[in-house]
């Protein structure tokens, strides 16, 4: 099975921040790459698709890149509601689905 | 609007068996892949199992042989039978709809149910 590792694990930062999480791949998987957000107690949210397609809706501070093996989920400006645990997801090897196992972003 | 509620899940004994539900609204279950992704309590997420639009059906390692995915089209509903129950399934189960209609798979989920847990234990 593809394994999807993400860092941090969990770190914090303030309102107005950039941030990026990263996820990679155990080996490639082109651009086969979604990411959610989910905060706690509720469903996963889907943000972007294809690695790099944002899901309608979903503001524009949000932008995912790379492939291969080697991904980015970028926050440009932090808001408040953003803070949640993020997860990304291959599906190259589909139907055999994976996640990574989340980044927390906490309010510093 | 596009929804998905699930239900049926309750606490249950070791070996024992649950069926789950996932009515559908604002589109037809069978014309898309669906899927069941669970989540053990504070931990990540994990794919269980799909079923394609044509009626294939696949399912992770951990739930293969125990655990029966399936569909009513007349309720627009999803299922999954769930038997011989262990601890390490106790988990909240999410149905979750592959966006895709191209009449094969977009790989990625939207939208989600809200959740039913599931909890294994004497």
């Known amino acids: 099975a593809i394994r999807m590792t993400q860092s941090p694990s969990s770190f914090s930062a303030s309102t107005g921040d950039r941030v990026t999480i990263t996820c990679r791949a155990s080996?490639?998987?082109?651009?086969?790459l979604a990411w959610y957000q989910q905060k706690p107690g509720k469903a996963p949210k889907l943000l972007i698709y294809a690695a790099s397609t944002l899901q309608s809706g979903v503001p524009s501070r949000f932008s995912g890149s790379g492939s291969g093996t080697d991904f980015t989920l970028t926050i440009s400006c932090l808001q408040s509601e953003d803070f949640a645990t993020y997860y990304c997801q291959q599906y190259y090897s589909y139907p055999s689905i994976t996640f990574g196992q989340g980044t927390r972003l906490e309010i510093k | 609007e596009v929804q998905l509620v699930e239900s049926g899940g309750g606490l249950v004994q070791p070996g024992g068996s649950l069926r789950l539900s996932c009515a559908a609204s604002g589109f037809t279950v069978s014309s898309n892949y669906m899927s069941w992704v669970r989540q053990a309590p504070g931990k990540g997420l994990e794919w269980v199992s799909v079923i394609y639009s044509g009626g294939s059906t696949y399912y992770a390692d951990s739930v293969k042989g125990r655990f029966t995915i399936s569909r009513d089209n007349s309720k627009n509903t999803l299922y999954l039978q769930m038997n011989s129950l262990r601890a390490e399934d106790t988990a909240v189960y999410y149905c979750?709809?592959?966006?895709?209609?191209?009449?094969?798979?977009?790989?990625?989920?939207?939208?989600w149910g809200q959740g039913t847990l599931v909890t294994v234990s004497s």
């Open positions: 979750a709809r592959d966006p895709s209609t191209s009449g094969s798979y977009g790989g990625w989920f939207d939208p």
């Open positions: 080996q490639g998987i082109s651009s086969y």
